[in-house]
């Protein structure tokens, strides 16, 4: 069966949602503000969970329609043909509403009334209209979206958010996402044949998202999904093919890695963060692709060109940390100038961040995390002449 599916992402981060969906073959039907629109079956559900590093969930786009009174949203939600995805038995509710210059705004209003436009439609469906639905199976949470009167369904595929890899058991302060971290290395040119130091690495976030991709390794191949118990649509063969594709490929990249796996550096001047990106690496499996040590940022050096910094580092949200900004971001300006042809990347909400590492960045991306406006700042470094080839005559 075909779906139209939704891949939710970072505002200001969808051409790498984009870019992803479009490696894994899918058919890319719409890419808006925090969102990626695409086509795909039962193995492209299954894929899109296992492979994408950059969405946090997979949504199946059930019904999108203009309803501008609650009678009119009671009439369309239930004119939806809800038994073609859930059964008799499915728990249903509605898990978010939210709601952005639309007549229809009150998130306990869209849960009471589609939930129970769902359940009428579901009752006469099975022909059981004298009988509660026993919602004691799968469960099949909605979540729904308003925009300028048109509303939007779908049915989350992927339960608990996709950015829990299931490695980050150990956090320290202000840790960005997994999903952010992966986005904002695609944004990059790095690769894993190019050296990367994160000098404020806390948790190990960019470190380990790095080193998964160096090795081929699917963030959620070793996680289950809540559409793993969808029997009704999706054949459990469906899944065992995405996951063994997933032990494949990174049997394959763990090979290719080893010996002279990539350099990837995370340091801090946290003890107790760098014990937790450790403990991190090793939960993601990839702890020998990593080293982690306790370092100050004033130590920050690399005999060798061409590297990467990429980095979340203090943005002051503190009154009492504030003042301690403009001397940290001018050393990070002085230690990169000290770097031969590398190029960095920070991500930071701190907006004197190019005043005091004392150079215009060569390109600066706005983005939110969560609801903080950050920036995300990319000074590029000379790139490294390409290898000629040995021809054999």
């Known amino acids: ?81 809800w038994e073609k995805y859930i059964p008799w038995n499915g728990k249903i509710w509605v898990a978010k509403a939210a709601s ?43 979540r729904v979206s308003a925009y300028k009167d048109i509303i939007t369904i779908g049915i989350d595929t992927s339960g608990e958010s996709l950015h829990k890899r299931g490695y980050r058991k150990a956090t320290v302060k202000a840790p960005i996402t997994e999903t952010l971290a992966a986005a904002l290395i695609m944004l990059t040119p790095w690769n894993k044949d190019r050296i990367l130091i994160d000098p404020f690495c806390g948790s190990g976030t960019f470190c380990i998202e790095a080193a998964m991709m160096a090795a081929g390794i699917a963030p959620g191949m070793e996680r289950n999904f809540a559409a793993t118990s969808w029997s009704n649509l999706i054949e459990r063969q469906r899944w065992y093919d995405a996951y063994d594709e997933a032990r494949d490929l990174k049997a ?3 090979r290719a890695v080893q010996g002279s796996g990539p350099d990837i550096q995370g340091y801090d001047i946290d003890a107790e963060a760098v014990k937790a ?26 005999p060798k060109k061409y590297g990467f910094i990429i980095t979340n580092p203090p943005y002051g ?77």
């Not at 990106?277 to 690399?302: F, K, T, W, Y």
């Not at 990070?332 to 590398?342: A, F, N, R, V």
């Open 100 to 142: 952005v210059r639309s007549k229809l705004f009150s998130p306990r209003d869209f849960q009471t009334i589609i939930q129970k436009a769902v359940v009428r439609r579901l009752q006469r469906a099975y022909g059981r209209e004298d009988q509660r639905l026993p919602m004691d199976g799968p469960s099949y949470a909605l």
């Open 317 to 393: 949200e503190r009154l009492d940390e504030k003042e301690n900004m403009p001397e940290l971001y001018r050393t990070i300006g002085e230690k990169y100038s000290q770097l031969d042809d590398w190029s960095m990347f920070l991500i930071t909400a701190y907006e004197d961040a190019e005043k005091y590492i004392g150079r215009k960045a060569d390109k600066n991306r706005k983005i939110y995390n969560g609801m903080m406006k950050t920036y995300f700042y990319s000074y590029f470094g000379e790139k490294p002449a390409k290898r000629k080839e040995n021809v054999l005559q």
């Open 1 to 81: 069966m075909r779906y139209e599916l939704i891949a939710p992402c970072h505002f200001g981060l969808e051409v790498c949602t984009k870019k992803e969906l479009s490696g894994l073959g899918c058919e890319i039907l719409e890419v808006s503000d925090g969102k990626v629109v695409f086509a795909g079956d039962e193995s492209t559900i299954c894929r899109a969970n296992v492979f994408l590093r950059t969405t946090e969930r997979i949504l199946v786009r059930a019904c999108e329609f203009r309803a501008c009174s609650w009678d009119e949203l009671f009439e369309k939600v239930y004119a939806v043909e």
């Open 252 to 254: 394959d990249g763990m």
């Open 277 to 302: 990106a450790r403990d991190n690496a090793a939960m993601a499996g990839v702890s020998e692709l990593i080293h982690l040590q306790r370092r100050e940022l004033i130590q920050l050096s690399h």
